[in-house]
T-cell receptor, first 114, second 117 residues
């Protein structure tokens, strides 16, 4: 069984540009989460999808961040326009809807805004 | 407010010895779950172990065990017989709500474990 997959693994962009991160959850996992870790700080929740619906987006920092999960499969997180403080590692995680005793993470996307 | 605290920024342990990584939490929800993750230098987050608030016994997974002390609100990770490959960052996390409810994880600051040969 394939794990959670994230693309790209690294991205370096200039301030003001747009970047789109992608997450492919484990097949059959209805729950999909986005988190990020800004350098040296804690891992922070961004938002939670159940299938294609946004269950909780309380962690989204501002309206420069847009997450989608069309069809309830993969998800994208777009940052537009990117700012320096958006630099960090963005993680995606997924879990089964009926079994939240596990939550599996992808390898993360390291975003650097210069 | 829900909170996870890991007070040990860094830990050293001799190979083959046991080590305990501390984690305390704060929540007013009687239903919650506690997770431990390992993040090696390669960056991926590896799920290690889970403990539910209503679980009567401490969780164990191979060399990992969770010392769950509910009254003290602590969920320490014990790694037995440390190996060089255990060197990594370790995160404690909590989710409020019952096991069959989705919900965000709240993470601690992490503990960097170094295993000495």
């Amino acid at each position: 069984e394939a794990g959670v997959t994230q693309f790209p693994s690294h991205s370096v962009i200039e301030k003001g540009q747009t970047v789109t991160l992608r997450c492919d959850p484990i097949s059959g996992h209805d729950n999909l989460y986005w988190y990020r870790r800004v350098m040296g700080k804690e891992i922070k929740f961004l938002l939670h999808f159940v299938k294609e619906s946004k269950q909780d987006e309380s962690g989204m920092p501002n309206n420069r961040f847009l997450a989608e999960r069309t069809g309830g499969t993969y998800s994208t997180l777009k940052v537009q326009p990117a700012e320096l403080e958006d630099s960090g590692v963005y993680f995606c995680a997924s879990s089964r809807r009926d079994r939240n005793t596990e939550a599996f993470f992808g390898q993360g996307t390291r975003l650097t805004v210069v | 407010a829900q909170k996870i605290t890991q007070t040990q920024p860094g830990m050293f342990v001799q190979e083959k010895e046991a080590v305990t990584l501390d984690c305390t939490y704060d929540t007013s929800d009687p239903s919650y779950g506690l997770f431990w993750y390992k993040q090696p230098s390669s960056g991926e987050m590896i799920f290690l172990i889970y403990q539910g608030s209503y679980d009567q016994q401490n969780a164990t997974e191979g060399r990992y065990s969770l010392n769950f002390q509910k009254a003290r609100k602590s969920a320490n990770l014990v790694i037995s017989a440390s190996q060089l490959g255990d060197s990594a960052m370790y995160f404690c996390a909590m989710r409020e709500g019952r096991y069959n409810q989705g919900g965000k994880l709240i993470f601690g600051q992490g503990t960097e474990l170094s295993v000495k040969p």
